[in-house]
């Protein structure tokens, strides 16, 4: 829920070409199938627990659907990219006299990024569900289960955003630089939320069992504060003119994915237990 939803930040600037958007609603909707899929083999049972899962369906489909919706009009292109295409080919063109062939439709609507909202949409009531078939209290339930889909969610973006400068040259850092900053305002409340008690505070202190003898607290400790560690890194490196830069970015990036879910998993394990 929380990739799908930041694809439509990153879309909606209309900057980043189409195959991103691609990568990005093709490994949520397989994610969202699976999740659901491993829901109905191992917690079945419930009404809250149908919810969850059909949830997860609804998010497959909200991303099959804008999926498709932005292959059939992959002729528009996009309208930041399009322009930036243009007038590359209008000042060899002009220096050459060779007119490159126009890639793009006009007569093609542009795929509007409303569409990847409805996929979010769904995942709110499948976490709603999941708050209450986890047990426990309902609103930090909840708000942990949407922080952390939102939080693993822009990480994970960001690292899928880096790769597109490889075939994209000349996209401006601005949609990878937002991603960055938004983890960075994410992670603080994601850590209130799993400190809040009975939270990770117990947990590392001893007055929770972690089943591991206080290592899983240590563990997520480590975690979290490598995370934002590594965000501000990142943040750091793209600041530097370089075009190595994005891709110093990118390889961080896959580290704040493992450490990121080190905190919002290692937690949920230890917690729920």
């Given amino acids: 829920m929380g990739g799908l939803f930041f694809a439509w930040v990153t879309t909606r600037r209309r900057e980043v070409g189409i195959g991103y958007g691609w990568t990005v609603r093709t490994t949520y909707l397989v ?13 079945a049972g419930g009404a809250a627990a149908l919810v969850r899962d059909l949830g997860a369906v609804g998010v497959a489909a909200g991303a ?3 999926l498709g919706l932005s292959f059939a009009r992959r002729r ?4 930041g990219e399009r322009a930036l295409r ?6 060899v063109a002009a220096m050459t006299g060779i007119a490159r062939p126009d890639r793009y439709d006009d007569a093609v609507a542009e795929f509007p990024p409303g569409a990847d909202l409805l996929a979010p949409a769904a995942g709110l009531a499948g976490l709603a569900g999941a708050a209450v078939a986890g047990g426990g209290p309902f609103v930090l339930g909840f ?11 822009v990480v994970t973006d960001a690292m899928l955003l880096g790769h597109s400068y490889l075939t994209q040259p000349g996209l401006s850092r601005a949609p990878l630089k ?23 505070v117990q947990v590392v202190s001893g007055s929770i069992d972690d089943g591991a003898n206080g ?11 490598s995370t934002i560690v590594l965000l ?6 793209l600041r530097e003119r370089w075009y190595s830069a994005v891709m110093a970015a990118t390889g961080l990036l896959y580290l704040a994915i493992l450490t990121a879910f080190g905190q919002d998993l290692v937690a949920r394990a230890v917690l729920g237990r």
């Avoid at 994610?31 to 917690?43: D, I, P, S, V």
């Avoid at 937002?178 to 990770?200: D, F, K």
């Avoid at 501000?232 to 490196?237: D, F, G, H, K």
Wanted: aromatic share 10%; with cysteine.
């Fill in 76 to 79: 528009a292109g996009i309208a």
């Fill in 86 to 91: 243009r007038a590359r080919a209008a000042r």
């Fill in 143 to 153: 708000a942990r289960l949407v922080c952390g889909a939102a939080f693993l969610g």
């Fill in 232 to 237: 501000v890194v990142v943040e750091a490196a």
């Fill in 215 to 225: 290592l899983l607290g240590w563990i997520w400790l480590l975690s979290t504060i």
């Fill in 31 to 43: 994610m969202a199938l699976g999740a659901a899929g491993r829901g109905r083999w191992l917690e």
């Fill in 64 to 66: 099959g659907w804008a």
């Fill in 178 to 200: 937002q991603l960055v900053r938004i983890g960075a305002w994410i992670w603080p409340v994601e850590t209130l939320l799993l400190c809040l008690p009975r939270g990770m």
